[in-house]
């Protein structure tokens, strides 16, 4: 039995390679650095953090880039002893390529690729050709359009031929395959909302013409069918265990209790994949997939990637911890021998200090620890969706005590609305409990206030966004140490 999402929380754009008897898995981070975050598992059930690919301000110059921009849908590959990844920056506009023998870094610098489209993917053949396909458009048609290039430095080795029409007004992350003597193109279409859905085309020849499968959808949950919790599926790559085995991975999201609405982000999910007897991928049942699945064919779920505990005495780049735009490396000082973290805010709005966790469930427990007697300026923790939508439980020292406040920002618009004061303590634990429809904030075992989770939803943004919360410590202005680590449980 496993259990799906099977990375939980703000993980979207799903791509999945094997190599060296591992997976590998990359998603897209957008605004947030380091960028492209890498999963590792043995089994395809059972994921851990692995490591980041861009983590150079070479590699990732955000300085201009707006929330939900960035780093969009990376694709990794695994050929003759070398890992790639290709992806989009949005904020430069470029596609680009890094390369690397080890999953682990480093990288290399970015090498760049055709200019159009988003999305870009790479597919080597049994020939050792490569063949890069994205979508864009050329002469006025919209479509899939593929080239053979060097994957070393990205130069073109062939003329950009159309591989499909575009069916749909939004069709995006283009992925190739081969089985049995055919080439298989699958896309994504409908937008990544709730119209997303996947399809697939295929063709004898790698250029095409690429005719569709007459079931597609291959992927979707675009009809409501009670009672359903995921909804956007799409954005899918393909992963073969064996001859007889393969396998889905794929963005969802999930939609808690009542509401109508999700903050959790876009997620990773699994599925079984069959072929039928026309030589068809089905994904799941006939294109529907479930949160929970018993297949013998594949180990127990074991990790709980819920729970999760940072120690400031560690290396943190053990952890999936994000920033936002610019790392600002010497606003954040690690003491590893005093396990503390201190930041040093700047009062920058759009390159905020902040060190980030994605909330991984609806239901589950924030904590942080301030050493407040050493507090200049202000600082505590953070709910954050974007520059523009956030929550914090913040902490200022007035001289004879500490005044905790509720920060709430939405849309243009910031307010203060609730206050308590505390006594001047040597430190503050401060804590917010994630509920399906609530965030409860605490300080020192008192509850302060609550907001509602809609304050954060994807649904609720001004314009049109693509991440997810994320839980966290921060520095607005001064000084601000934190001892111990973070949690999530």
Request: glycine share 8%.
């Amino acid at each position: 039995m496993y259990h799906n999402p099977i990375i939980p929380g703000f993980n979207p754009d799903p791509s999945i390679c094997h190599a060296q008897g591992r997976y590998y898995l990359a998603v897209s981070t957008f605004e947030f650095f380091p960028g492209v975050t890498v999963y590792e598992s043995g089994d395809l059930v059972n994921w851990s953090y692995c490591s980041s690919v861009l983590t150079r301000e070479s590699q990732l110059p955000l300085s201009s880039c707006r929330d939900s921009s960035g780093i969009y849908a990376p694709t990794l590959r695994f050929h003759e002893g070398m890992f790639f990844l290709v992806t989009t920056n949005k904020a430069i506009p470029m596609n680009f390529i890094v390369t690397s023998h080890d999953i682990h870094g480093p990288w290399s610098e970015p090498f760049p690729v055709s200019p159009m489209g988003i999305d870009p993917s790479l597919f080597f053949d049994d020939d050792g050709s490569c063949m890069y396909v994205s979508n864009g458009t050329v002469n006025g048609v919209k479509g899939i359009y593929g080239h053979f290039i060097n994957p070393y430095d990205g130069k073109p080795k062939s003329e950009v031929t159309l591989l499909s029409v575009c069916t749909n007004d939004v069709t995006e992350a283009p992925h190739l395959y081969k089985r049995g003597g055919w080439y298989y193109l699958m896309v994504a279409e409908g937008g990544t909302e709730y119209g997303h859905h996947e399809m697939i085309f295929r063709s004898r020849t790698i250029l095409g013409p690429y005719a569709p499968d007459p079931h597609n959808p291959i992927l979707s949950h675009v009809k409501r069918i009670e009672p359903q919790v995921v909804y956007g599926t799409g954005h899918a790559d393909l992963i073969a265990v064996d001859d007889e085995h393969w396998y889905a991975v794929f963005l969802a999201f999930r939609q808690p209790s009542r509401t109508h609405l999700h903050h959790l982000g876009r997620e990773t999910f699994l599925a079984p994949v069959t072929w039928d007897d026309e030589g068809w991928p089905v994904i799941g049942e006939e294109g529907r997939v479930r949160l929970d699945y018993e297949d013998l064919f594949l180990p127990q779920q074991t990790q709980n990637p819920s729970l999760l505990r940072i120690g400031f005495s560690e290396n943190l780049s053990r952890y999936p911890l994000e920033k936002v735009r610019i790392p600002k490396d010497a606003c954040y000082v690690q003491d590893r021998e005093q396990g503390t973290m201190k930041l040093i805010g700047d009062g920058d709005r759009m390159n905020p200090t902040l060190l980030l966790l994605r909330q991984p469930a609806f239901s589950c427990t924030f904590t942080a620890i301030l050493r407040s007697v050493s507090l200049q300026g202000n600082a505590g923790i953070t709910a954050w969706y974007n520059t523009d939508y956030f929550l914090k439980l913040n902490v200022t020292d007035n001289g004879s005590s500490f005044i905790v406040s509720l920060v709430r920002q939405v849309h243009d618009f910031q307010a203060v609305t609730e206050t308590m004061t505390t006594p001047r303590n040597d430190c503050l634990t401060l804590s917010i409990i994630a509920e399906p429809e609530w965030y409860t904030f605490v300080a020192d075992g008192k509850e302060l206030g609550r907001a509602s989770t809609a304050t954060l939803s994807t649904e609720g943004t001004m314009h049109m966004s693509f991440t997810g919360v994320l839980f966290g410590i921060y520095a607005d202005t001064g000084e601000a140490v934190f001892k111990e680590g973070m949690s999530i449980r």
